[in-house]
């Protein structure tokens, strides 16, 4: 497995993105119990742990999926966990991305127009928002399946797409929730590439949720979500 590109930190040693004290239930069952979790700008970040660790739903408190029972999220030095769902669902469409284990995609939509899908739903005209999609089937070795819908594809190629989809509006923060989950080996190491360049050659933030170690590794730094808390906040810096 290549070793990953080195960490260039764009904006000084601030946190991009902060969860502090974070607590989460669902009904009677803990989720998270005072998780906290502090990321740079530019960084990659791997939140591992065991299934049923929390490290999901860190990540969706974190993006404003979820609101938390207590503690706060900030973005950007803005806290988000208190505002309306309104102001967090156009922040999670301005200024995030978003990948996840099986892609999500449409399945009525051809592979370019779910990546153009977030420009389209922030007003971008249509021809303009179709000719930014197109420009990432180059970029992401999906040439010729611009107009494929997702049965059409194999796995890594829909979640290929999924990744062109969460990159194609310059998010300041692209949250990725098992991206390789549902991929072979191969797949995976093409997928965990094509992110870690694309988001490098952004100077995007990656907040990375996994439990595989060969996935990790492309990371800047670790951290492992145990018990509904982050067991090792700082991490080791790679």
Same mark, same amino acid.
């Given at each position: ?21 974070? #607590?989460?239930? +669902? *009904? ?6 005072? %998780?906290?979790?502090? &990321?740079?700008?530019?960084? =990659? /970040? ?52 978003? #990948?996840?284990? +099986? *892609? ?6 051809? %592979?370019?127009?779910? &990546?153009?899908?977030?420009? =389209? /739903? ?68 093409? &997928? ?47």
């Amino acid at each position: 497995m290549s070793a990953p590109a080195p960490l260039v930190v764009t904006g000084g040693s601030d946190p991009v993105i902060e969860a502090r004290e974070v #607590v989460v239930s +669902f *009904g009677e069952t803990p989720a998270l119990r005072g %998780a906290s979790l502090s &990321v740079r700008r530019g960084e =990659l /970040l791997a939140v591992m742990g065991p299934s049923g660790s929390g490290k999901s739903t860190l990540l969706h408190c974190m993006a404003g999926i979820l609101v938390p029972r207590s503690g706060e999220v900030y973005f950007e030095g803005r806290r988000i966990d208190t505002m309306r769902e309104q102001e967090r669902s156009t922040l999670r469409r301005d200024h995030f991305g978003f #990948v996840f284990q +099986f *892609g999500q995609l449409v399945p009525e939509l051809s %592979a370019e127009e779910n &990546v153009a899908l977030p420009l =389209l /739903l922030g007003g971008m005209h249509h021809e303009h928002a179709m000719k930014k999609a197109r420009e990432w089937f180059d970029r992401l070795d999906l040439k010729g399946l611009e107009r494929h819908r997702t049965g059409e594809m194999s796995g890594g190629q829909a979640q290929r797409v999924a990744l062109a989809r969460a990159l194609v509006a310059n998010p300041a923060v692209l949250f990725a929730d098992e991206p390789t989950g549902s991929l072979d080996s191969l797949n995976g190491e093409i &997928v965990m590439e094509l992110l870690v360049r694309s988001a490098r050659e952004a100077g995007t933030t990656v907040i990375l949720v996994t439990h595989e170690p060969r996935v990790a590794i492309y990371a800047d730094r670790e951290v492992v979500v145990r018990d509904g808390t982050v067991a090792s906040q700082e991490g080791v810096p790679r």
